[in-house]
């Protein structure tokens, strides 16, 4: 098998391992018959009466099929909201498991095309609010949540419009913002978001059953924390909205709403009847990827489940991992070159402050692979990307072409590592969709720059225009793209580096 064919099964089994209905079945059991109990993850909670069920985000449909085959009987209605076309796409790929059955008492409604929200997302909320606006005491709400979730449940607050909200979310990420800073100030906005959800609910008992595609886990920001006790203020949101220069720009109906707005967050309320329980995350898909390249040989080390910052510099820490590991490979592990590339990879580290990553103790570890074995990094997390340009791409698609292009840069330099070594980069969502294309992410190697060259695409020109995904699509016919179709889960993107001694001949 080629490295290539390495990194798509290394990422087919991360997605495989996170699939929502396993996750779903890892989590939850239902127990007794006379005073049946919902078991979550070893909480009980009792099922006095009846039974409802409500989700949104692009997981959703599997973790409901499978829902409702534990829940049976007990379950009286329920209303999905999942992303447009997926039923179809699950379906042409063969996972019916992920389907619901025929005579479903879950109704499925598809909308927020390209992770938008649209009127069939709002149609959606509506009726997942009048569902939870119903509910006594007596009942138990089964709520599940995964990534995607806030697009496919919009409600803003009146007199805001869909479209009013859209934008300004639109303007908010194209100029980088991350997602955390985007959630709080769609919670501001939202009827539903930021515990809006739970507080309809009342008095139901609440348990959301929730897969994680933000790092650390944060529940207050997943999906914008619809069953969630909110930790932020109006002045969070005035405060995001001052730093993207968006302030003296808002529609009047965003105005009205701001300043009308508590300014105490969420938190202090009663949120006693809710309980939230993360079922997955990306370290689930990277401790899985993990395992599988360790049994096709390679020495596999996990850089981090929370890669964040900015896709250039993403990019350029990458780059330089890979040249040191192509020193190792050629005995120049140790010396100036390593220790300079070493001293670059720290102070990139240092910008971009990624949670929990200890670089130091990681590239300690990596020094002391023997160049016996070929080397496996993988990662997972988010980038950012600010767009200048109006081409079209997604955030992982441009850091395998960013990569890509990094990696032609160092093969020309004097010492050339990466000549010396074969090497493959993949980075693709794990959602199976990259930003508003129909690809999941994209593959790079040192040579794709000069061979695209050689066919006429200039790689810079695509990059100034946020283009990856026509790059992509041109160069070798769309050899590069990795195209999955929608995956039915959801736990942010992930990286794998293979890199292998090449082979004299
Ligand atoms: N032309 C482009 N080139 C690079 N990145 C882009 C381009 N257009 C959009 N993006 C990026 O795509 C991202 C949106 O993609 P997507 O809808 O897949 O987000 P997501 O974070 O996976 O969604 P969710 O977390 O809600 O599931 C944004 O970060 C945006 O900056
Ligand atoms: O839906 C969202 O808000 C993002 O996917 C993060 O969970």
Do not use: W
């Amino acid at each position: 098998m080629s490295l290539r064919e390495h990194a798509l099964f290394l990422f087919r089994s991360a997605v495989g391992t996170v699939q929502p209905a396993l996750m779903l079945q890892r989590a939850v059991k239902l127990q007794g018959d006379g005073c049946p109990q919902l078991l979550v993850k070893g909480r009980a909670f009792p099922v006095k009466r009846d039974l409802y069920l409500v989700g949104f985000g692009k997981a959703v449909l599997g973790m409901a099929a499978a829902a409702e085959e534990i829940l049976g009987d007990h379950l009286v209605r329920g209303i999905i909201n999942v992303p447009l076309g997926i039923q179809e796409s699950l379906q042409r790929a063969g996972m019916r498991e992920m389907l619901l059955k025929p005579h479903s008492k879950i109704q499925v409604i598809e909308g927020a095309k390209n992770n938008l929200p649209d009127p069939a997302a709002l149609k959606g909320a509506v009726a997942i609010q009048e569902l939870a606006e119903g509910l006594t005491a007596d009942d138990l709400l089964l709520v599940l949540i995964s990534g995607g979730g806030s697009a496919l449940l919009p409600a803003p607050i009146p007199p805001i419009l869909l479209e009013e909200k859209e934008k300004l979310t639109k303007m908010l990420a194209s100029q980088g913002a991350d997602i955390r800073e985007l959630n709080i100030v769609r919670k501001t906005l939202s009827l539903l978001k930021g515990g809006g959800l739970a507080r309809l609910a009342h008095p139901a008992q609440v348990v959301s059953l929730i897969l994680s595609d933000v790092i650390g886990d944060p529940l207050d920001i997943i999906a914008s924390g619809p069953t969630a006790a909110s930790s932020h203020s109006v002045q969070d949101c005035l405060q995001i909205l001052t730093k993207y220069n968006l302030l003296h720009n808002l529609p009047k109906s965003v105005e009205t709403v701001l300043s009308s707005s508590p300014t105490k967050p969420t938190a202090s309320e009663d949120y006693s009847h809710v309980c939230n329980i993360i079922i997955g995350s990306n370290t689930l898909a990277l401790d899985e990827a993990k395992r599988q390249a360790e049994g096709l040989g390679y020495a596999t080390l996990i850089l981090s489940t929370a890669i964040c910052g900015e896709v250039g510099h993403v990019a350029m820490l990458y780059c330089q991992l890979i040249q040191l590991v192509c020193l190792g490979f050629a005995s120049l592990g140790e010396g100036p070159l390593s220790d300079a590339v070493r001293g670059n990879l720290l102070q990139l580290a240092a910008e971009l402050a990624i949670p929990g990553l200890n670089l130091a103790e990681f590239l300690q570890t990596l020094r002391e692979l023997g160049p016996e074995r070929p080397v496996c990094i993988l990662a997972g997390g988010e980038t950012t990307v600010q767009l200048q340009g109006s081409g079209k791409g997604g955030r992982n698609q441009e850091l395998a072409l960013r990569v890509g292009l990094g990696l032609h840069r160092a093969q020309a330099t004097e010492v050339s590592p990466p000549g010396r070594c074969e090497i493959v980069f993949l980075s693709a969502g794990t959602d199976g969709q990259d930003g508003p294309t129909e690809a999941a992410g994209a593959f790079c190697s040192p040579q794709m720059v000069a061979e695209a060259l050689r066919e006429g695409l200039d790689v810079e020109a695509f990059l100034r225009n946020n283009d990856s995904y026509t790059f992509f699509s041109q160069f070798q016919g769309g050899h590069h793209l990795l195209v999955t179709g929608l995956t039915g889960t959801n736990v942010m993107d992930i990286q794998a580096i293979l890199i292998r001694a090449m082979k004299r001949s």
